[in-house]
Structure formats: C-alpha cells, structure tokens
C-alpha cells in the first residue's frame, strides 16, 4: 500500500494519523560581531506520525531540535522543507484566517506559559480570555466555560478570583492547561511544561493528563530532555539528536529494547530510570 498519499483523501482512511511530519527541516543561522555566521541544522530531514487520542514523547538532550520541531507544528516557526499535515490539510501556504484556526487546534505549552500569565487578570478571566477573543459565545456562557475548565484541571472554586501569582507553581500550570484546553485543541504540546516543577507536582500533573486523556481522548505530545518523565505516560517515543529522530517506535520498545547508542547513553544519564522503570523490564 502506498500509505503515503493514500491518507491525502478528505475522508482518508480509519488509520488516518491526526498528524504527519514527513521531511522536515530547519536551518538557523548564528551570528555574532566576533565571529562569521554560523549555520546550525537545527532539524534535518524528520518524520513522524502522532495517531489520534495517543501520547507521543519527543526526547533528547538540549539543542537536539525539540523546541524548533514543536514551533514548526503549532505553525509558530516555518520550516525550510518538508510538509506537516493535520489529517487531510496540508499546513504549507495557508491564508491568515487558517492559520488562526490551525493555532487553536494545536496547542503550545510552554515551561514558561504558567509564569507568563497576565498578573492583572484573575485566574478565570485567564482560563476565559482565548473565548473572550474569539468572541464565540455570550460573556456569561464564556465564564461558566472557563469554570468549567478550571475544576476539569483540579483548580477549587476559592481559586476562580485570584491573581495567577498568588497561584501556586502547580496551581499556574493547571491554569496554563486549562486555558489551553478552552480552545477544544485537537493537538496539545507540551514543551518541557513541567522542567520548573517539583517531582511530587509533576507526578500530579502527569497524573492529570493521564485522568484527561482517557476521559475526553485528547491527543499529546510531550517534548522533554528526561526519559523517565515519559515512562509511564507515552505510547509511541521519538529520540533525538542533532536535529535528527536517531529512534522512535513504541514506548515499550524503546524503552525495553533501545537499539541508538544515544538512546541507551539517555536512558543510562537517568537517575530516575529505576524508579520509572515498567515493572517487568529486564534493562
Ligand atoms: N531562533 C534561533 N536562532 C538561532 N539558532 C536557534 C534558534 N532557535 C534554535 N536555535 C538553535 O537550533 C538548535 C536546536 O534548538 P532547539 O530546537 O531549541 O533545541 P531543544 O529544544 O532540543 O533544546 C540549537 O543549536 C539552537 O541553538
Ligand atoms: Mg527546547
């Protein structure tokens, strides 16, 4: 079967994956007045499929082109070459009014989106503000939406008046997700989201994702330097290094059977491999 085009169909077939990377690459160019400028492939030539209502892990260590392959598919950055498809859309050359829609179907978070948050709006006012400016709904209907999405997120009501800083780490990443979640994404990246977050946050934050994904099927891609934040969380890894995916199949393999000498150096540098470890896993 040539799976290639086969899936360029409108209606496409069931194993249609939500998204297609088939090529990409991304050239920056580094100058400085002390020195000539400098190219850095930041990605060469990568291809991945993330299949609806799954987790998809991008690891690797930094500069390994994480960051430029989240900004390329949340069309935040444009690559030199390649194609990325949502489904049956092609994401190349579109107008201004599709490029909005694709931004609020894929959805970029950041480890800095919870600090970012504006100190003058209280917390439901943020969750609110991306409706807010799509004007989608009355303002009442788009308030009980935000509340809605804050106690999806875990956020108590007591919280729903409050400044984000006087929001805790954990709490002001919820409001980023929840926020985020308020567009309907069809796609949710999550960029080192939770670097800046204690072990015990993080573990409820990824239990949060886990509880969101099995309740409404959201699909994610989680982009991380730590191997082992993904343990139990991804079904499909991609590992990379130097702007190339070296590895990727299923987290199971990749984890049991790593096959790049990267992988296994990234699982070795894992002082928390052994707690994260699958039980069962002879590595
Ligand atoms: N805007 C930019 N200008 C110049 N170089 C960049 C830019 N963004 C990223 N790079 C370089 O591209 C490489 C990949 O960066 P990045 O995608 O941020 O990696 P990661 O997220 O894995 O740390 C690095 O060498 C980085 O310095
Ligand atoms: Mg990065």
Redesign the pocket.
């Known amino acids: 079967m040539s799976a290639s085009h086969a899936s360029a169909s409108p209606a496409g077939p069931l194993t249609e994956p939500l998204l297609r990377v088939q090529g990409l690459s991304r050239r920056?160019?580094?100058s400085g007045f002390w020195r000539k400028k400098q190219a850095?492939q930041?990605l060469s030539d990568v291809s991945l499929e993330i299949q609806r209502g799954s987790t998809t892990a991008i690891v690797?260590e930094?500069?390994?082109?994480?960051?430029?392959?989240a900004m390329c598919i949340a069309q935040l950055e444009t690559p030199d070459s390649g194609d990325i498809w949502l489904k049956s859309q092609r994401l190349t050359g579109l107008t201004t009014a599709e490029l909005l829609s694709i931004r609020q179907k894929i959805q970029l978070i950041f480890q800095s989106s919870a600090s970012a948050l504006n100190p003058r709006l209280s917390a439901v006012e943020i969750v609110a503000e991306p409706l807010d400016i799509l004007g989608t709904a009355s303002k009442p209907r788009r308030r009980e939406l935000a509340l809605e999405y804050m106690q999806l997120t875990g956020l108590t009501s007591d919280l729903v008046g409050r400044s984000p800083w006087a929001l805790s780490g954990g709490q002001r990443q919820r409001l980023a997700i929840a926020r985020a979640l308020t567009l309907r994404p069809e796609l949710l990246i999550f960029d080192e989201s939770f670097s800046g977050l204690d072990l015990i946050l993080e573990a409820q934050i990824l239990e949060l994702l886990r509880t969101l994904k099995a309740s409404y099927g959201f699909t994610y891609l989680v982009i991380t330097h730590d191997l082992a934040l993904v343990a139990g969380l991804a079904d499909h890894v991609a590992v990379?290094q130097s702007?190339k995916i070296v590895e990727q199949g299923a987290a199971s393999q990749v984890f049991r059977h790593a096959q790049h000498p990267h992988t296994r150096a990234l699982l070795a540098a894992m002082p928390r491999w052994e707690i994260a470890r699958p039980a069962g896993s002879g590595a």
């Open positions: 920056y160019y580094r850095v930041a690797g930094s500069g390994s082109g994480k960051s430029t392959l990379m702007g």
